[in-house]
């Protein structure tokens, strides 16, 4: 199972992004996937991701903010993050877990600057 995560990039606080992520499996009726991110020296941080019934969850940090969907047709994970703040710039991970594995994009990069 392979993951490409893309999207990131460079904005103004304020400003927004849309991240991607491309499984190269199907991912109907999955639920057990979500989006992390990590700064250099920090841990990896669970930022938002789906749950049973298709209702998601998010990091207060981001609540408000941040929208986790996905377009099973094209077995592809969104997060539109809207009013970014510095404090948000981190590299981001898609995740997704398939029979009790879990597998991790590539990562993209995002920098908010103030």
């Known amino acids: 199972v392979q993951l490409q995560a893309s999207g990131g990039g460079s904005v103004q606080a304020g400003g927004s992004l849309r991240l991607s992520c491309v499984v190269s499996r199907s991912i109907f009726s999955l639920n057990a996937m979500g989006w992390y991110r990590q700064v250099p020296g920090k841990q990896r941080e669970w930022v938002a991701g789906f749950a049973s019934g298709g209702s998601t969850n998010y990091a207060d940090s981001v609540k408000g903010r941040f929208t986790i969907s996905r377009d099973n047709a094209k077995n592809t994970v969104y997060l539109q993050m809207n009013s970014l703040k510095p404090e948000d710039t981190a590299v981001y991970y898609c995740?997704?877990?398939?029979?009790?594995?879990?597998?991790w994009g590539q990562g993209t990069l995002v920098t908010v600057s103030s």
């Open positions: 995740s997704a877990n398939f029979n009790g594995k879990n597998y």
